[in-house]
């Protein structure tokens, strides 16, 4: 591996360390898995509040 990036660092007139850099980045990027902010708003078109909603179930728990 170390001559393969010396390899590819040697062309690119790159040091090896950022071609490692740049491939963790890379692999960070392709295995990390999305901020919770994605599911900010996935209640809007609901025609309740969500905390309305839960309320109401709540109250089903307990007239059982």
Known sequence: MIRTLDRLGGGQKRPRAALIREAISEYLDRKT????PSAFGIWKDRPKDGLQYEQEIRDEWEAR
């Not at 898995?33 to 919770?36: K, L, M, N, Q």
Request: charged share 0%.
């Open 33 to 36: 898995p999305p901020a919770a």
